[in-house]
């Protein structure tokens, strides 16, 4: 027993004499070593502006925003972020603006109308797609009972798909010869809800309304009578009865079905397949002030939708959003649509897998296109009060939507072994002519006034 003793005091001895000599020391270089490699690896930039202050509305396509939070995606880029939820999109606009926000989660329609003309007027720039699909239409359970035998079936006896606006086309009929207006729900006037809650009307020949100078509501000529309701605030709207109708981003359709007072009739991947949803926006001049900043940032919400977009990591996702600080919906209301599912009628769940999309398909790339597609539906609707020459519409999006800041971060995501080379598109800003709409209308966004003039309803340009 002594001799054990013994030789634990002279082990201990030793070691403690390693330590003395600088053998601790060396461990702990070795570490720091690492750590410094590590962050060598990521940390590629000098940072202008390391503290940050973020907005976002509470929608399930926030969701890079919380991702590059939670995971750790900021920090490896130096950034030091606050999330924070605004009350509406006004808001959100307002405090980008006015620097109290350093940047945003955004409606792609925001920083375009800033920069086009219609309402307050900014120099802001959006580097950073933020995702595809993702919005619905829900009409009330009302409503819907009108509209459903106007439906075809399939042979399992449920509604086929995609439910074009000719269905509540005699449904809008029946409410004017009772003397009733018929009312529904949009979240912001730019929002691409408002145009795609148009282009799914007007695509069954119901005028959703024009705008003016006089007449900011977009209400002229409207056989569907089109207002603002901000986000969360939905449900309870079409509930209320003060609505019939809404077209809205997750959770708050899927909340409709949960809460038993509604039904989602289409979804925006119907409307056009594959469509670009919100944008990340910060002021041109905080992207000139601080160009190391704004490119840490996007490679961080990059790497945030690529995460997003593995179905493994759907799961977690859902419950990181579902905290209070972020969308604060229950679990399984997000799940209904973020795990690759969409609920219509109450247990009528449908595949799909694509409607919240957020890396693939090249969706965090801003492309020249998608901008110029929300300048020809503000010309449509007279948002955009005068015709305007073709290079107009490529000129006003270049000025906004910043292709150069995301390929720079791009490239040193491949770099740095984060992202594949295969990812970084190689495109002059424009996606190929599409016919994915609802109405197989193509759009090519070389020839705005072409598209502009090939719809019955809307402006027509020379």
């Known amino acids: 027993m002594k001799s054990l003793i013994t030789k634990a005091s002279l082990l201990f001895s030793f ?5 003395s000599c600088g053998g601790g020391d060396k461990k ?38 919380a991702i590059a939070k939670e995971k750790g995606f900021f920090e490896d880029e130096g950034l030091f972020v606050s999330v924070e939820a605004q009350s509406n999109w006004k808001n959100v606009l307002d405090r980008v603006i006015d620097g109290q926000l350093d940047g945003s989660h955004m409606l792609a329609g925001q920083p375009i109308a800033a920069g086009a003309g219609f309402g307050r007027q900014a120099d802001l720039v959006t580097p950073f797609s933020m995702d595809l699909n993702g919005n619905g239409i ?13 439906v075809p079936k399939g042979t399992d006896g449920k509604p086929v798909h995609p439910i074009k606006a000719d269905a509540l086309k005699p449904v809008i009929t029946e409410y004017k010869n009772s003397g009733k207006a018929f009312k529904m729900g949009m979240v912001f006037p730019v929002s691409t809800h408002n145009y795609e809650i148009r282009y799914w009307l007007a695509a069954a020949g ?17 056989e569907v009578l089109l207002s603002v309701t901000p986000p969360p605030q939905m449900p309870a709207t079409l509930e209320a009865g003060t609505i019939y109708g809404y077209c809205v981003g997750e ?5 409709a079905v949960f809460k038993g007072i509604g039904v989602p009739v289409t979804t925006n991947y119907d409307i056009w397949k594959n469509n670009p949803e919100k944008v990340f926006v910060m002021t041109k001049k905080f992207v000139e002030e601080n ?18 977009d593995e179905p493994s990591n759907r799961a977690e996702a859902v419950k990181i959003l579902a905290m209070s600080q972020y969308v604060g919906a229950p679990e399984a209301v997000l799940a209904n649509s973020m795990t690759g599912t969409f609920e219509f009628e109450k247990g009528d769940k449908r ?7 957020f890396y693939k398909y090249n969706a965090t790339y801003p492309f020249y296109s998608d901008g110029i597609w929300f300048l020809t539906q503000m010309r449509r609707w007279g948002q955009i009060p005068e015709a305007k020459q073709a290079d ?8 906004i939507y910043r292709p150069d800041i995301w390929k720079k971060a791009a490239d040193l995501l491949v770099a740095e072994g984060n992202i594949p080379a295969s990812d970084v598109p190689t495109t002059d800003g424009y996606k190929t002519a599409t016919a994915d709409f609802i109405d197989g209308t193509t759009f090519d966004a070389k020839d705005p006034i072409g598209y502009i003039n090939s719809f019955s309803i809307g402006n027509k340009d020379k």
């Open 392 to 399: 107009w519409y490529a000129n006003t999006i270049k000025d």
């Open 291 to 308: 160009p190391n900043t704004a490119i840490a940032v996007t490679k961080a919400l990059i790497r945030a939708g690529k995460w997003l």
């Open 28 to 65: 702990k270089a070795v570490t720091t070593d690492a750590v410094a490699k590590k962050t060598s690896k990521t940390k590629t930039l000098d940072i202008e502006k390391p503290q940050l202050t973020f907005g976002f509305i509470k929608l399930t396509d926030m969701a890079p925003l």
């Open 351 to 357: 595949e799909m897998p694509d409607f919240n999309v």
């Open 206 to 222: 119901i005028h959703p309304g024009m705008y003016t100078a006089d007449n900011v509501q977009g209400q002229i000529d409207a």
């Open 138 to 150: 829900t009409v009330s359970n009302n409503v819907w009972s009108k509209m459903k035998p106007n």
């Open 251 to 255: 959770p708050w359709n899927q909340q």
């Open 15 to 19: 070691s403690m004499l390693l330590f």
